[in-house]
Nanobody, 111 residues
Framework: VQLQASGGGLVQPGGSLRLSCAAS????????MGWYRQAPGNLRERVAS???????WYADSVKDRFTISRDNAKNTLYLKMNSLKPEDTAVYYC??????WGQGTQVTVSS
């Protein structure tokens, strides 16, 4: 499956963005999907994940600010990001836990 991430951009601190990850095939059978991010000079880190049953996991740094969701009918994974901080600046990637990664979308939080 091919994953296409989009929705990144430049936003001021405290702002919001919604990332989308469109899959080229049905995601209904994919058990877990997730979002990762990588800032310059840092390792790629897991941000959030969601399973088929809707159970979610979040990194402590984004809890209560980010919401992950999936729409199996649209074959799309989402990440709603609120109250963005400069430290959220990174390239965000989606992943299907089957070895497939999206190409990444840049999120920059700056005034």
């Amino acid at each position: 499956v091919q994953l296409q991430a989009s929705g990144g951009g430049l936003v001021q601190p405290g702002g919001s963005l919604r990332l989308s990850c469109a899959a080229s095939e049905s995601i209904f059978s994919i058990n877990v999907m997730g979002w990762y991010r990588q800032a310059p000079g840092n390792l790629r880190e897991r941000v959030a994940s969601i399973d088929r049953g809707g159970d979610t996991w979040y990194a402590d740094s984004v809890k209560d600010r980010f919401t992950i969701s999936r729409d199996n009918a649209k074959n799309t994974l989402y990440l709603k990001m609120n109250s963005l901080k400069p430290e959220d600046t990174a390239v965000y990637y989606c992943n299907d836990y089957r070895g497939n990664w999206g190409q990444g979308t840049q999120v920059t939080v700056s005034s």
